[in-house]
Nanobody, 124 residues
């Protein structure tokens, strides 16, 4: 069983930045793809960004491309999401997830393990 623990959420004004962290109990962390998802109130969970095992490949949802950056520190077993130029529509619960393969897409069905989430609120 893999445990994922997110942190770093908070409340910011539009245009601000936050950096989310996700510590994984899997060691080494570089054995599965990892991703960030988010879920706004009343909406389905959607994929935000995914990173391949070797961190050489990444993919972003169109809504965050150019503003968010996903990265990983294998020594610290930690996945990050740097979020810049935040918008009110970025508000929601953010979850990290571990996938089933070397590189994954942004579908929830491709992921085995999920964290409990961290809240992000962006005000106008």
């Amino acid at each position: 069983q893999v445990q994922l623990v997110e942190s770093g959420g908070g409340s910011v004004q539009a245009g601000g930045s936050l950096k989310l962290s996700c510590v994984t109990s899997r060691s080494p962390a570089n054995s599965r793809c990892m991703a960030w998802f988010r879920q706004a109130p009343g909406k389905e969970r959607e994929g935000v960004a995914v990173l391949s095992v070797d961190s050489a490949s990444s993919y972003y949802a169109a809504s965050v491309r150019g503003r968010f950056t996903i990265s990983k520190d294998n020594i610290k077993n930690t996945l990050y999401l740097q979020m810049n130029s935040l918008k009110p529509e970025d508000t929601g619960s953010y979850y990290c997830a571990e996938g089933k393969a070397w590189m994954c897409g942004l579908s929830t069905s491709e992921y085995n393990y999920w964290g409990q989430g961290t809240q992000v609120a962006v005000s106008p």
